[in-house]
């Protein structure tokens, strides 16, 4: 699909296209295999598993954003419980 494709055909035309699905399914395995590379990327280096924790204690403030954060995680696992009837996993 191409710029001059979108500006050559009517929104309808285009949405049609049957090359649309396939460059739809080919961006998407493309992106399942880019985050595929990087998770094993980070998953074998201690160093990049380091600077994400790094950058997600400093700029990233996951601590004040999760400990501001704590009446709502709180209320949410209890709505969560409540709905499945089970305790909600992972909330402290």
């Excluded at 285009?14 to 998407?28: C, G, R």
């Excluded at 985050?35 to 980070?42: F, G, K, L, V």
């Amino acid at each position: 699909m191409s710029p001059t494709q979108a500006a050559a055909n009517t929104k309808e035309q285009f949405s049609n296209s049957p090359s649309l699905q396939d460059e739809l399914l080919k961006a998407i395995m493309d992106a399942v295999a880019a985050h595929q590379s990087m998770s094993r990327q980070a998953l074998n280096s201690e160093s990049i598993q380091a600077r994400i924790l790094s950058t997600l204690l400093g700029p990233g403030e996951l601590w004040a954003a999760l400990r501001g954060a704590g009446g709502e995680t709180a209320a949410l696992a209890a709505r969560q419980e409540a709905l499945q009837g089970a305790p909600a996993h992972g909330v402290a």
